[in-house]
């Protein structure tokens, strides 16, 4: 095999394991995209913030944060403050659920907010 197609197929194979790794679909129905990949260029304070989002029949089931590198006061406070709002909302393909962030962890949850709005496009491009 010469070297250009070799590339070509190993180009593929990756982004194939890339979106695999964004959204699946489990059992019951509930999809589950991870925002890791999704929205890398999305920074809190300290960097990264990646989420995964699960929804059910186009309804927000929870939305959980991943490992980082913020603040674990900050993060606490969106875990406890913000994240439950998402919870048992309606999404649809023109709207991303309008959350407000938590005061004094205002990167974090901008952060959020765009991992959420980014897994939602996903979802409905995807789905």
């Not at 260029?41 to 699960?54: A, L, Q, R, W």
């Not at 490992?67 to 006061?73: A, I, L, R, V, W």
């Not at 205002?106 to 709005?117: G, L």
Request: charge should be positive; hydrophobic fraction near 35%.
């Amino acid at each position: 095999m010469t070297k250009k197609p070799l590339v070509a197929l190993l180009l593929l194979c990756s982004l194939t394991a890339q979106a695999d790794d964004v959204m699946k679909k489990e059992k019951d129905g509930t999809y589950v995209i991870n925002t890791t990949t999704l929205a890398q260029d999305v920074e809190g304070y300290n960097g990264p913030t990646p989420v995964e989002i699960y929804i059910k029949k186009n309804t927000l089931v929870k939305v959980v944060m991943l490992k980082s590198q913020e603040t674990p006061k900050y993060n606490a406070r969106v875990k406890q403050l913000m994240l439950p709002r998402y919870e048992g909302v309606k999404v649809t393909k023109k709207s991303t659920p309008a959350v407000d962030g938590v005061t004094g962890a205002t990167f974090t949850s901008n952060a959020v907010k765009e991992n959420v709005r980014r897994g939602l496009e996903y979802y409905w491009k995807h789905k």
